[in-house]
Structures are given as structure tokens and as C-alpha cells.
């Protein structure tokens, strides 16, 4: 049945409150689970991979395996600098979604099933949850779609992204 026409007042309230709350989770979810797919394929978003730590050295005055040095220290600078803001990044997202994870599972999990007022609770209460495991698969099924873009473009950064072994100033 439509949980709409069996649900009690109480359930349909708690059901419209938590509807904008779902909403978020969703958006918390895909960034997280975008995040965790960004770190798996070493994929970091803009903000971050436009950082890099880079100065002009005179190669007029230092030894070509002076510079190679330096250059190489530049570049793993950049490296654990990234490494680290995606770390911190991750956790950020990872602490938001299991916050609203578990909100939303102790709503979901205190959502009333005794009958009152001359309703049959708990006929809303199985559809509720059986509507909420729905919506949940299909905001997962978004999220897989709305990432697998990576796939592609993990493939095409493999074929660009290869580190100069000497990069010289002009």
C-alpha cells in the first residue's frame, strides 16, 4: 500500500521532517563516496591538485644535480601536501556523513509502530522503512552513476600525467 494513504499523523509527520534531512545525505554520500573513489585512483579534486610548490632556481650559479635535488624536494613537497589535504578532506566528509548516517538511522530505527488514534501503526511503520530501503538503493544506484566518470578520466590522466624528470626554469 502507499504509505501516504496508511501512514498515522504522527509518521507522516516525522516522514515530512525527515525528507529534507535524506535530501542532504544524499549530497553527503556521493561527496563522500566520491572522495573515497578520488583517493583510490589518486585523482584529487581541483582546489587541491592545482596546489604546487614551485620556485625559480638560477641555473646559471647551481650544478645540474643540485637543481635535479631541489626540484625533486619541490615535487615531493607537493606531493605530501596533497597527499595530506585529501586526507584531511576525507575525514571532514567521512565525519559529516556518519553524523547524518546515524541521525538518520535513530530517527528511522524510533519511528513509531504502536497503533493510535484508531491507526494501524504498524502496517506505516513496514512501509516506511520498506520506502525508506528503496530510496536509500536508488540514491546509492545515483551516487555509482554520478562517480563512474572517474573511471574514465583515471584512464586519461594515467596517459598524461607523466612527471618531468628534470624541469628547468625559464
Known amino acids: 500500500e502507499d504509505f501516504e494513504q496508511i501512514a498515522t499523523p504522527s509518521q507522516w509527520?516525522?516522514?515530512v521532517l525527515l525528507k529534507p534531512k535524506i535530501k542532504v545525505w544524499s549530497t553527503k554520500n556521493k561527496n563522500y563516496r566520491t572522495v573515497l573513489k578520488r583517493i583510490e585512483y589518486d585523482l584529487p579534486p581541483k582546489f587541491i591538485s592545482n596546489i604546487e610548490f614551485k620556485f625559480k632556481l638560477d641555473e646559471s650559479i647551481l650544478s645540474q644535480d643540485e637543481l635535479q635535488a631541489l626540484y625533486n624536494q619541490m615535487s615531493k613537497m607537493t606531493k605530501d601536501f596533497r597527499t595530506q589535504?585529501?586526507?584531511?578532506?576525507?575525514?571532514?566528509?567521512?565525519?559529516?556523513?556518519?553524523?547524518?548516517?546515524?541521525?538518520?538511522?535513530?530517527?528511522?530505527?524510533?519511528?513509531?509502530?504502536?497503533?493510535?488514534?484508531?491507526?494501524?501503526?504498524?502496517?506505516?511503520?513496514?512501509?516506511?522503512?520498506?520506502?525508506?530501503?528503496?530510496?536509500?538503493?536508488?540514491?546509492?544506484?545515483?551516487?555509482?552513476?554520478?562517480?563512474?566518470?572517474?573511471?574514465?578520466?583515471?584512464?586519461?590522466?594515467?596517459?598524461?600525467?607523466?612527471e618531468p624528470i628534470f624541469t628547468p626554469t625559464l
Do not use: W
Request: net charge negative; hydrophobic share 30%.
Open 13 to 15: 509527520n516525522i516522514h
Open 85 to 162: 589535504a585529501m586526507g584531511l578532506y576525507m575525514q571532514s566528509l567521512g565525519r559529516e556523513h556518519e553524523l547524518l548516517t546515524n541521525e538518520i538511522k535513530r530517527i528511522i530505527d524510533g519511528f513509531p509502530n504502536e497503533n493510535d488514534d484508531g491507526f494501524d501503526a504498524e502496517a506505516g511503520c513496514a512501509a516506511f522503512k520498506q520506502y525508506h530501503e528503496l530510496r536509500e538503493k536508488r540514491f546509492n544506484l545515483e551516487t555509482d552513476q554520478s562517480i563512474y566518470f572517474l573511471d574514465a578520466q583515471r584512464v586519461e590522466d594515467e596517459d598524461s600525467n607523466q
